[in-house]
């Protein structure tokens, strides 16, 4: 089991930028898939970005494309999720989970751990 902590969320103004951090330990960080999903209030969790074992490949949804953009830093054991251009449609709690095997990043039910979550709100 990998343990995951995020931090970095807060309250920014739209078109306002935030780092989010996903601290892990328990297991060799490198052996897992990134990915980062939201859940706002009154709907589902969505996914938003992932990032491959070593970085080589990153995924981001549509609705963030060009935004966003998941990376990590193994030696640190901690992934990251840079937003820019932050819209006020952005707000909800972000999680990082932790996937051992390869591909359907953007499922949550392929992901076996999960942070407790941070908000980020975005005000217009």
């Known amino acids: 089991q990998v343990q995951l902590l995020e931090s970095g969320g807060g309250l920014v103004q739209a078109g306002g930028s935030l780092r989010l951090s996903c601290a892990a330990s328990?297991?060799?960080?490198?052996?897992?898939?990134m990915g980062w999903f939201r859940q706002a209030p009154g709907k589902e969790r969505e996914f938003v970005a992932a990032?491959?074992?070593?970085?080589?490949?990153?995924y981001s949804a549509d609705s963030v494309e060009g935004r966003f953009t998941a990376s990590r830093d193994n030696a640190k054991n901690t992934a990251y999720l840079q937003m820019n251009s932050l819209k006020p449609e952005d707000t909800a709690v972000y999680y990082c989970?932790?996937?051992?095997?390869?591909?359907?990043?953007?499922?949550?039910?392929?992901?076996?751990?999960w942070g407790q979550g941070t908000q980020v709100t975005v005000s217009s």
């Open positions: 989970a932790a996937k051992y095997y390869s591909g359907r990043y953007n499922s949550p039910t392929g992901y076996n751990d």
């Open positions: 328990g297991r060799t960080f490198s052996n897992y898939h």
């Open positions: 990032i491959s074992r070593f970085g080589g490949s990153s």
